[in-house]
């Protein structure tokens, strides 16, 4: 899965970042259904065929309340639920104080060396994103480190080298321990890192819980029916990322951006690593009996699970593969468009993480999308060129303050 942390609301939400009244919230869920159909009709399909063999395009292009919601609708209703718990809890204890007088709040040594293993453990696994970083605050950067250790001990429960004992009592038993975690009853020193960390920032357990369902997901379903399916997947495994680091990366003071477009983007930038993820990864899943794509659209495409499992470079496959990357690449564009509402000494790692990310769709193409025997990879050469150009797009005015110009 992409453990990539994404962006985030600040302080300055109670100032310039409102949610919507109940009628303009219900223009933002219409504006969304529509975005949604979008991500359909981008593909080059016959509306009508969609709205025929997809739930997910039909329930898009109904107002009937009695229909079932799309995934995606379901999970917007995740991030309006959590642009209005961190406007909540800011108003209640709003962080005004100032970082300055954050990192002068007194921490013991079990602290310190807890979120140094942390920083150990991000380092290790995540290089490009450590350096990005440590061009954060330092109390910013401790919370991301502490963040990023837990998803990433998370996602070794299913797939890492224990993942063949892994039950669905051993998750249950480690959501009550981040129960527990949450309560400020830590289990060990990399807990008590998170522990800590929610104690200084408005973080809300559902997005951890979300995460823990899609690891429960990896251990009952090895198939996904359409991209409904996967979609929700994706938000359990990736987008929740983005959700957890929102009080933690902070918009711009200058930003024009609502709370609900920043979550949205961050949302929209795991969804579209977790995408290229599956997309890199067809054949190394395939070898674990796994198939991560649309069932229908592989039907559509005339495929079927033999094609995968046999590995062939068909000029069918070809067709899906194009399919399936122009979406993963409206998501990255849908991102990139919030990344700049970041507060700026947040945004480096994000556009790093973006730029990189999306190369690996590059990659695929230039494999002649062979990702059964192929591993698409960015080499070390691209990713020292994209970080200075991840750093000089840090500096961009945010989009929202640009448009406001006009």
Same mark, same amino acid.
């Given at each position: 899965?992409?453990?990539?942390?994404?962006?985030?609301?600040?302080? *300055?939400?109670?100032?310039?970042?409102?949610?919507?009244?109940? @009628?303009?919230?219900?223009?933002?869920?219409?504006?969304?259904?529509?975005?949604?159909?979008?991500?359909?009709? =981008?593909?080059? %399909?016959?509306?009508?065929?969609?709205?025929?063999?997809?739930?997910? $395009?039909?329930?898009?292009?109904? %107002?009937?309340?009695?229909?079932?919601?799309?995934?995606?609708?379901?999970?917007?209703?995740?991030?309006?639920?959590?642009?209005?718990?961190?406007?909540?809890?800011? @108003?209640?204890?709003?962080?005004?104080?100032?970082?300055?007088?954050?990192?002068?709040?007194?921490?013991?040594?079990?602290?310190?060396?807890?979120?140094?293993?942390?920083?150990?453990? =991000?380092?290790? $696994?995540?290089?490009?994103?450590?350096?990005?970083?440590?061009?954060?605050?330092?109390?910013?950067?401790?919370?991301?480190?502490?963040? $990023?250790?837990?998803?990433?001990?998370?996602?070794?429960?299913?797939? *890492?080298?224990?993942?063949?004992?892994?039950?669905?009592?051993?998750?249950?038993?480690?959501?009550?321990?981040?129960?527990?975690?949450?309560? *400020?009853?830590?289990?060990?020193?990399?807990?008590?890192?998170?522990?800590?960390?929610?104690?200084?920032?408005?973080?809300?357990?559902?997005?951890?819980?979300?995460?823990?369902?899609?690891?429960?997901?990896?251990?009952?379903?090895?198939?996904?029916?359409?991209?409904?399916?996967?979609?929700?997947?994706? $938000?359990?495994?990736?987008?929740?990322?983005?959700?957890?680091?929102?009080?933690?990366?902070?918009?711009?003071?200058?930003? &024009?951006?609502?709370?609900?477009?920043?979550?949205?983007?961050?949302?929209?930038?795991?969804?579209?690593?977790?995408?290229?993820?599956?997309?890199?990864?067809?054949?190394?899943?395939?070898?674990?009996?796994?198939?991560?794509?649309?069932?229908?659209?592989?039907?559509?495409? *005339?495929?079927?699970?033999?094609?995968?499992?046999?590995? %062939?470079?068909?000029?069918?496959?070809?067709?899906?593969?194009?399919?399936?990357?122009?979406?993963?690449?409206?998501?990255?564009?849908?991102?990139?468009?919030?990344?700049?509402?970041?507060?700026?000494?947040?945004?480096?790692? %994000?556009?790093?993480?973006?730029?990189?990310?999306?190369? @690996?769709?590059?990659?695929?193409?230039?494999?002649?999308?062979?990702?059964?025997?192929?591993?698409?990879?960015?080499?070390?050469?691209?990713?020292?060129?994209?970080?200075?150009?991840?750093?000089?797009?840090?500096?961009?005015?945010?989009?929202?303050?640009?448009?406001?110009? &006009?």
């Amino acid at each position: 899965m992409a453990i990539t942390l994404l962006r985030a609301a600040s302080p *300055g939400l109670l100032e310039g970042h409102h949610l919507p009244n109940p @009628i303009a919230r219900r223009s933002k869920v219409a504006s969304w259904r529509i975005l949604c159909s979008l991500k359909y009709a =981008c593909l080059s %399909v016959d509306p009508g065929e969609i709205a025929r063999a997809s739930p997910v $395009y039909s329930s898009l292009m109904t %107002v009937s309340p009695a229909v079932l919601l799309s995934s995606e609708q379901k999970v917007y209703d995740v991030v309006l639920r959590q642009a209005a718990l961190l406007k909540r809890q800011l @108003i209640i204890a709003p962080l005004t104080t100032g970082e300055s007088e954050l990192l002068l709040l007194p921490r013991n040594s079990g602290l310190n060396q807890a979120y140094h293993r942390c920083r150990e453990i =991000c380092e290790e $696994y995540a290089k490009t994103f450590y350096l990005g970083t440590m061009l954060m605050t330092e109390e910013r950067r401790r919370a991301i480190w502490a963040i $990023y250790v837990w998803c990433r001990r998370t996602d070794e429960l299913v797939d *890492g080298p224990n993942a063949s004992h892994i039950t669905p009592s051993a998750l249950d038993r480690w959501e009550k321990r981040l129960d527990d975690l949450f309560a *400020g009853r830590p289990y060990d020193m990399l807990d008590a890192a998170l522990s800590d960390t929610i104690s200084k920032f408005p973080i809300d357990i559902q997005p951890f819980r979300d995460m823990i369902e899609g690891m429960r997901s990896d251990l009952r379903k090895t198939r996904y029916k359409n991209f409904d399916e996967l979609y929700m997947y994706c $938000y359990y495994v990736a987008g929740t990322v983005g959700l957890m680091s929102v009080p933690v990366m902070g918009i711009a003071p200058e930003s &024009k951006a609502t709370t609900e477009s920043v979550y949205s983007a961050a949302l929209a930038l795991g969804i579209a690593n977790q995408l290229t993820n599956i997309l890199r990864d067809v054949g190394e899943d395939a070898r674990r009996g796994r198939i991560y794509l649309p069932q229908d659209e592989l039907a559509e495409a *005339g495929l079927s699970d033999e094609d995968i499992f046999n590995g %062939v470079v068909s000029n069918k496959w070809r067709g899906f593969m194009k399919r399936q990357i122009k979406r993963a690449r409206m998501f990255f564009e849908e991102a990139e468009r919030g990344v700049t509402e970041l507060s700026q000494a947040s945004r480096w790692p %994000v556009w790093a993480s973006l730029l990189l990310y999306r190369q @690996i769709l590059d990659e695929i193409e230039a494999n002649d999308y062979n990702n059964f025997t192929k591993r698409a990879y960015v080499g070390k050469a691209k990713k020292l060129l994209a970080l200075p150009v991840a750093y000089g797009r840090s500096l961009l005015t945010p989009c929202s303050l640009r448009n406001s110009h &006009k």
